[in-house]
T-cell receptor, first 115, second 110 residues
Framework: GENVEQHPSTLSVQEGDSAVIKCTYS??????FPWYKQELGKRPQLIID?????GEKKDQRIAVTLNKTAKHFSLHITETQPEDSAVYFC??????????????FGTGTRLTIIP | NAGVTQTPKFQVLKTGQSMTLQCAQDMNHEYMSWYRQDPGMGLRLIHY???????DQGEVPNGYNVSRSTTEDFPLRLLSAAPSQTSVYFC?????????FGQGTRLTVV
């Protein structure tokens, strides 16, 4: 089955600086890669996603890049703000399921923005 | 539009007791899943369903049962609770690509 590794497990960044979180996946058939943000005591919230036919996607201060050859994808947050502090999860899903009901998650990155 | 609703939010069980975690969605999504979240381990898939009457096992199915009699509901049953099942449980639903999560159930087994 799919295996997703995520690094780093913790990340502290000065407010205004950029943060990068990296994930690798094992199944070359995976074609969908979402990122979730989870604040303390809350549910995971989808913040951005990318499909394997796209190399990069951007939404305001958040961007995701995908390298299919190397089987890794990254989350980039620019101009970080205190409200970006949370745990971030990457995930991967293969096309051999019906509707991405089988996401494989990384172990999470706790991002702390230092004022 | 409530989205994905889970009940209860908190639950304490004694070892050996059984219970059902409820999950309902009002988005007419075909695909629903249950995950458990443990510290340092991310979210792991327990069971999933691709439509009413169709369920299958995920990565960590032991000790849990599911059924899907309607599109809206996907309950998770703990047959005989064990301390190892202490966790936060999330239900998710998807209309085809993006998955949306319920608010979670924090379960403690003593």
């Amino acid at each position: 089955g799919e295996n997703v590794e995520q690094h780093p497990s913790t990340l502290s960044v000065q407010e205004g600086d950029s943060a990068v979180i990296k994930c690798t996946y094992s199944d070359s058939a995976s074609n969908y890669f979402p990122w979730y943000k989870q604040e303390l005591g809350k549910r995971p919230q989808l913040i951005i996603d990318i499909r394997s036919n796209v190399g990069e996607k951007k939404d305001q201060r958040i961007a995701v890049t995908l390298n299919k050859t190397a089987k890794h994808f990254s989350l980039h947050i620019t101009e970080t703000q205190p409200e970006d502090s949370a745990v971030y999860f990457c995930a991967a899903s293969s096309p051999f399921v019906f509707g991405n009901e089988k996401l494989t998650f990384g172990t999470g990155t706790r991002l702390t923005i230092i004022p | 539009n409530a989205g994905v609703t889970q009940t209860p939010k908190f639950q304490v069980l004694k070892t050996g007791q059984s219970m059902t975690l409820q999950c309902a969605q009002d988005m007419n999504h075909e695909y629903m899943s249950w995950y458990r979240q443990d510290p340092g381990m991310g979210l792991r898939l327990i069971h999933y369903s691709v439509g009413a009457g169709i369920t299958d096992q995920g990565e960590v199915p032991n000790g849990y049962n599911v059924s899907r009699s309607t599109t809206e509901d996907f309950p998770l049953r703990l047959l005989s609770a064990a301390p190892s099942q202490t966790s936060v449980y999330f239900c998710a639903s998807s209309g085809g690509i993006r998955a949306f999560f319920g608010q979670g159930t924090r379960l403690t087994v003593v």
